[in-house]
């Protein structure tokens, strides 16, 4: 990790103006000078003391239940470590208006902004202002181009482990043969991107007699996924499976796959919950989900966020509280949990 120390003195600077446990946002007219702050920020990191701070957890987009997960296990940390959660975001795939959203929270004046970037390159000049401004920024779920302008990056899983276990399992329900396509998100989706990336890398060394006819993005939007999915099925007639890597894509697909009575023919997988996936599991148009628990990837960041201000680091292989053992490989801490749901096993999964 890099380092603390200074930073955290300049982030002492802003704790007078926060609204979280025991902050206040009008400054009172006897508040503590800049050079105070700065004092008592180095005190209580050299005790140890846990400090009271407002994180912001900004995911991609509000409203899609991956992220809503992700916000109340975020919520959930808040109130077992003793900080306050501001959880907002977009209500559609707007990289603008994310960037927005988290200039208003650096005029908040927030600890941390925890961010899952929409567009790895756009939200870039704002979170720079923020860092400028001494607050703490982070990254989960996604990451930005630019790592100089984040502290860590909190990840769900190796992308190329991810990735390739996608495919694998892919592969699998489709005799590792035919045309397939890949929905993703948006095209600016660091995350999205990598995953399918290196599920066609894998694909391309293992399983030769696979195609991949088309990449399209579907904006994280269901509708139109399911659209994308429609017009795959016209355009490739012998088209036997879609690779959703974005949690709104497999459902959508496998909706489209069951109308059009194709169940089975054209195989459906990818990253989704289980309560989205489940009936579609059920029914027969979706074969398998792949993911991690997003709740504990909401936890995981809110509690990294923390221990980071507290002047405290994540170490390797640490048994964290609510989330198990994580990987810590340079500037970046990894959820090391994946789970593949089935038919047979998505009713033991409460997300």
Same mark, same amino acid.
């Given at each position: 990790?890099?380092?603390?120390?200074?930073?955290?003195?300049?982030?002492?600077?802003?704790?007078?103006?926060?609204?979280?446990?025991?902050?206040?946002?009008?400054?009172?007219?006897?508040?503590?000078?800049?050079?105070?702050?700065?004092?008592?920020?180095?005190?209580?990191?050299?005790?140890?003391?846990?400090?009271?701070?407002?994180?912001?957890?900004?995911?991609?987009?509000?409203?899609?239940?991956?992220?809503?997960?992700?916000?109340?296990?975020?919520?959930?940390?808040?109130?077992?470590?003793?900080?306050?959660?501001?959880?907002?975001?977009?209500?559609?795939?707007?990289? +603008?208006?994310? %960037?927005?959203?988290? $200039?208003?929270?650096?005029?908040?004046?927030?600890?941390? @902004? &925890?961010?899952? !970037?929409? =567009?790895?390159?756009?939200?870039?000049?704002?979170?720079?202002?923020?860092?400028?401004?001494?607050?703490?920024?982070?990254?989960?779920?996604?990451?930005?181009?630019?790592?100089?302008?984040?502290?860590?990056?909190?990840?769900?899983?190796?992308?190329?482990?991810?990735?390739?276990?996608?495919?694998?399992?892919?592969?699998?329900?489709?005799?590792?043969?035919?045309?397939?396509?890949?929905?993703?998100?948006?095209?600016?989706?660091?995350?999205?991107?990598?995953? +399918?990336?290196? %599920?066609?890398?894998? $694909?391309?060394?293992?399983?030769?007699?696979?195609?991949? @006819? &088309?990449?399209? !993005?579907? =904006?994280?939007?269901?509708?139109?996924?399911?659209?994308?999915?429609?017009?795959?099925?016209?355009?490739?007639?012998?088209?036997?499976?879609?690779?959703?890597?974005?949690?709104?894509?497999?459902?959508?697909?496998?909706?489209?796959?069951?109308?059009?009575?194709?169940?089975?023919?054209?195989?459906?997988?990818?990253?989704?919950?289980?309560?989205?996936?489940?009936?579609?599991?059920?029914?027969?148009?979706?074969?398998?989900?792949?993911?991690?628990?997003?709740?504990?990837?909401?936890?995981?960041?809110?509690?990294?966020?923390?221990?980071?201000?507290?002047?405290?680091?994540?170490?390797?292989?640490? =048994?964290?509280?609510?989330?198990?053992?994580?990987?810590?490989?340079?500037?970046?801490?990894?959820?090391?949990?994946?789970?593949?749901?089935?038919?047979?096993?998505?009713?033991?999964?409460?997300?």
């Amino acid at each position: 990790m890099k380092k603390r120390i200074a930073l955290l003195l300049v982030m002492g600077m802003c704790a007078g103006l926060l609204s979280g446990c025991g902050g206040k946002e009008v400054v009172e007219e006897n508040a503590p000078t800049a050079k105070e702050e700065v004092q008592e920020g180095s005190e209580e990191a050299e005790t140890g003391e846990p400090g009271e701070y407002t994180i912001a957890l900004i995911p991609q987009q509000v409203g899609i239940p991956y992220f809503e997960t992700s916000g109340v296990w975020g919520e959930k940390a808040a109130a077992d470590l003793g900080c306050e959660v501001i959880y907002t975001g977009p209500t559609s795939g707007d990289a +603008a208006s994310q %960037a927005n959203i988290v $200039q208003d929270m650096i005029t908040k004046g927030v600890d941390c @902004v &925890a961010i899952s !970037p929409l =567009d790895a390159s756009a939200i870039e000049p704002v979170l720079e202002q923020a860092k400028e401004a001494g607050i703490l920024v982070i990254t989960w779920d996604s990451d930005v181009n630019n790592t100089e302008l984040r502290e860590v990056y909190v990840n769900c899983c190796s992308e190329q482990v991810l990735g390739e276990h996608l495919m694998e399992r892919f592969a699998h329900y489709m005799g590792e043969e035919g045309d397939y396509a890949i929905i993703t998100s948006v095209l600016t989706a660091q995350n999205c991107s990598a995953w +399918a990336k290196y %599920a066609t890398e894998y $694909q391309e060394a293992n399983y030769p007699n696979m195609n991949r @006819v &088309a990449y399209e !993005p579907c =904006d994280d939007d269901q509708s139109k996924a399911y659209s994308i999915t429609q017009n795959l099925m016209t355009a490739y007639p012998d088209l036997k499976g879609v690779l959703g890597v974005t949690t709104p894509a497999p459902p959508a697909a496998a909706q489209a796959v069951g109308e059009a009575g194709r169940n089975g023919e054209v195989i459906v997988s990818g990253v989704v919950e289980a309560s989205a996936a489940k009936a579609y599991l059920e029914d027969g148009s979706m074969q398998e989900a792949n993911i991690w628990h997003p709740g504990k990837l909401g936890y995981l960041a809110i509690y990294t966020a923390k221990t980071i201000l507290d002047g405290g680091s994540i170490e390797d292989k640490q =048994d964290v509280p609510e989330v198990g053992v994580v990987e810590v490989k340079d500037d970046q801490i990894i959820m090391t949990e994946l789970l593949d749901i089935t038919l047979e096993n998505v009713d033991e999964f409460d997300f």
